[in-house]
C-alpha cells in the first residue's frame, strides 16, 4: 500500500513541478528528485504511521501559496462542484430550496426540470428523502446538495407536506441534467433602452445573451446597457465571444502573455449583433476577470462608455493541469492585456496574500468607493484609446469613465443585522408560504404586482415581530432610517419569488444611481460622445 502511495507521490510531484515551473533557468532536475526522495523517506522511514496523501497535498497547496493569489490546488472532490457553474448544469432534481425553521421547503421547481415535471410546487415542505427523514434534524444546505444531487437517469423518491393536503405526497423523481443560467435579467428600461444583467461568463452565456437580445430588439431596442457589476469571470472564451458582438472585424479583444507562454491575440471575427449603437456598461469591485476583459476592449476602442466604479484587477490567466488520483491544479501562466497594453491584474506580493484579498476594504477605508479624486494613479500607468485618444489609466482594473458612488444613506446597523442574519429572506418565504393563494390570484402578472402590490403597515409589522423573534433587538431609528431599502427589498424578494430573478432586478434597478445614470446618458447622447467613437 504504501509503495502504491509513493508511486503517486512521485507522478504528482513531477507534474506539480514540471509544469509549474517553480525553479529558475539555471536550477538541476536533481531538486526535484530531492524532494521526491524526502517524501519517499518520510513514508517508508519516519517511526509513526503518514498519510502520503496527505502530505502530498500539503506540499502542492504550500508551493502554489508562495506563487500567486490564483494558483490554487483543487481535490478531487471539489473538480466536479467547481466545473458546474461555468458548464452551466449540474444533475439533480431541479428545485430552488431554502431550509427555515429546520425544514426544506421547495421556493420554486426550476422550470422544465424533473421536479416541475412531476408536480413538484412552491411552498412544498419535504420531509423525506429516500426513506430518511430529513426535518427537523439541523438539516444544511450541502445535505441536501448532497441527497437531492446526482447522475442524470437515477431515481430519488421525495415525500412532502403540501398546504391543503391531509397526509404526505410521494413523488418519485428522475434527476437530469439542470441549467445554470448566467443571465440575471433581460428588460426594456424604457422605450428605447434594453437592459442585460449577466452574473458569469460560462459556456451558455453567449447563447443566453444573444436569445436576450434578440427579444430585447423585438420590443424595438436601439440601445443597451448591460451590466456586469458583480460578476466575478469565468471562461476567457466566453468573455471574448461576447466582446466581439461589440467591435468590427479584425480589432483585437485582448491578448494574454507570459514567461512560457506566447504572445496569443484575440481577434473579433464576424459581424456581430451590437457594432452599432450606443452603449453602456456597468462594473463595479466586484466585476473581475472576464467582466475586465469585455469592459477593457469596449473601452479601449471607444465603443462605449463604462459607468460605475473601479473593477477588481483579476488579470492573471490560469490553466487546469490534472493530476493522477483527479485532483487538479490551477495554475497562472500568463496575463490578460487589454487592446491598449493595459495590465488588467493589480499588483501583489507573493508574501502578503492577505492584504491582497483585503484590497478592497483598503479602497473602501480610503475612500475610492466615493470620491473618484482619491484614486491615485502615476502618470507611468495612463494609455491612450485606439480611435480618440482619450485617457485610460492602468495598474490593476478598469477605471470607468464615469464615476458611481457607493450609496450608503440608507444603511444602519438595524438594516445591517437584518441582512446578516437572513432575517428579511426569512420572513419574505414564511409570508409567501402563508400569502402563495391570495398573492397568485390578486396578482397574477408581474405588471399587475409591480403597478398594484405595497408593503403596506400590516406586512412592516409582521417584519418587526418576526425579526425580534429571531433575536433582534428592535431598533426604530435604525429601521427608519433604512424603511424605503428596506420596502423595496421586500417587494422585490416576493417578485423573485412569485416570479423570476429578472423580476427581482426590475424592482431594485428602479432607484438604482449607476442605472439611472445609464439611462441619462444614453437619452442625452450627444453630451458625452467625447468618450467614444463618432
Given amino acids: 500500500m504504501v509503495k502504491r502511495f509513493i508511486s503517486t507521490t ?52 504550500n508551493t502554489l501559496k508562495n506563487l500567486d ?26 428545485v430552488e430550496f431554502n431550509i427555515l425553521n429546520d425544514t426544506l421547503i421547495v421556493v420554486n421547481p426550476v422550470p422544465g426540470g424533473p421536479s416541475e415535471k412531476v408536480g413538484i410546487m412552491p411552498g412544498d415542505r419535504i420531509i423525506d428523502i429516500d426513506g430518511k427523514n430529513v426535518a427537523s434534524i439541523g438539516l444544511k444546505n450541502n445535505d441536501v446538495f448532497k441527497v437531492l444531487r446526482g447522475d442524470k437517469g437515477t431515481k430519488v423518491v421525495v415525500q412532502i407536506l403540501r398546504r391543503g393536503s391531509s397526509k404526505p405526497l410521494e413523488f418519485n423523481i428522475t434527476r437530469d441534467k439542470i441549467p445554470i443560467y448566467s443571465l440575471d435579467a433581460s428588460y426594456m428600461v ?69 514567461r512560457n507562454s506566447p504572445k496569443t491575440d484575440f481577434i473579433a471575427t464576424t459581424q456581430g449583433d451590437l457594432e452599432k449603437g450606443r452603449l453602456v456598461i456597468l462594473i463595479d469591485e466586484g466585476s473581475a476577470s472576464a467582466s475586465e476583459i469585455v469592459a477593457g476592449a469596449v473601452q479601449d476602442w471607444d465603443r462605449g462608455i463604462i459607468i460605475g466604479r473601479r473593477s477588481f484587477g483579476k488579470g492573471l490567466v490560469q490553466n487546469q493541469l490534472p493530476l493522477p488520483d483527479g485532483s487538479m491544479i490551477r495554475l497562472t501562466v500568463a496575463r490578460y492585456h487589454t487592446p491598449t497594453g493595459r495590465v488588467i491584474q493589480k499588483p501583489y506580493n507573493p508574501n502578503e496574500f492577505d492584504s491582497y484579498y483585503s484590497e478592497l476594504t483598503q479602497r473602501y477605508n480610503k475612500g ?98 418576526f425579526a425580534e423573534n429571531q433575536g433582534l433587538e428592535p431598533d426604530l431609528e435604525g429601521f427608519n432610517t433604512s424603511k424605503d431599502e428596506i420596502l423595496m427589498q421586500l417587494k422585490a ?26 439611462v441619462n446618458v444614453l437619452n442625452s447622447w450627444e453630451s458625452y460622445k467625447h468618450l467614444v467613437k463618432d
Fill in 368 to 465: 475610492e468607493f466615493f470620491h473618484a479624486d482619491s484614486i491615485t494613479i502615476p502618470d507611468s500607468l495612463k494609455y491612450f484609446t485606439l480611435n480618440t485618444g482619450k485617457v485610460v489609466y492602468g495598474g490593476g482594473g478598469i477605471m470607468p469613465d464615469i464615476f458611481i458612488p457607493v450609496d450608503t444613506s440608507h444603511y444602519s446597523e438595524y438594516y445591517g443585522k437584518l441582512i446578516r442574519k437572513g432575517v428579511i429572506n426569512q420572513f419574505v418565504h414564511t409570508y409567501i408560504d402563508k400569502n402563495r393563494s391570495n398573492l397568485k390570484r390578486n396578482y397574477g402578472t408581474f405588471e399587475k404586482f409591480n403597478k398594484n402590490f405595497t408593503v403596506d403597515q400590516n406586512i412592516i409589522d409582521e417584519l418587526l415581530t
Fill in 190 to 258: 424604457d422605450e428605447r433602452i434594453g437592459y442585460i444583467k449577466l452574473n458569469r461568463f460560462a459556456l451558455t452565456t453567449e447563447n443566453e445573451f444573444l436569445e436576450a437580445l434578440s427579444k430585447l430588439k423585438k420590443n424595438n431596442m436601439q440601445h443597451l446597457i448591460l451590466d456586469l457589476r458583480g460578476n466575478g469571470g469565468g471562461y476567457l472564451n466566453a468573455s471574448v465571444a461576447l466582446a466581439d458582438h461589440f467591435l468590427e472585424k479584425g480589432k483585437l479583444i485582448v491578448y494574454t502573455e507570459g
Fill in 10 to 61: 512521485v507522478v504528482a510531484l513531477l507534474i506539480v513541478f514540471s509544469s509549474a515551473r517553480v525553479y529558475s533557468q539555471g536550477s538541476s532536475n536533481i531538486d526535484i528528485y530531492k524532494l521526491i526522495r524526502f517524501i519517499q523517506f518520510v513514508s517508508s522511514e519516519y517511526v509513526d504511521t503518514v498519510s502520503t496523501e496527505k502530505l502530498v497535498d500539503e506540499a502542492i497547496v
Fill in 69 to 94: 493569489p490564483h494558483s490554487v490546488y483543487i481535490t478531487k472532490e471539489d473538480v466536479k462542484a467547481m466545473n458546474e457553474p461555468l458548464e452551466g448544469n449540474f444533475e439533480g432534481i431541479g
Fill in 493 to 518: 424578494l416576493i417578485a423573485l419569488n412569485q416570479f423570476s430573478t429578472n423580476y427581482y432586478f426590475q424592482i431594485v434597478n428602479q432607484n438604482n444611481k449607476a442605472l439611472q445614470k445609464a
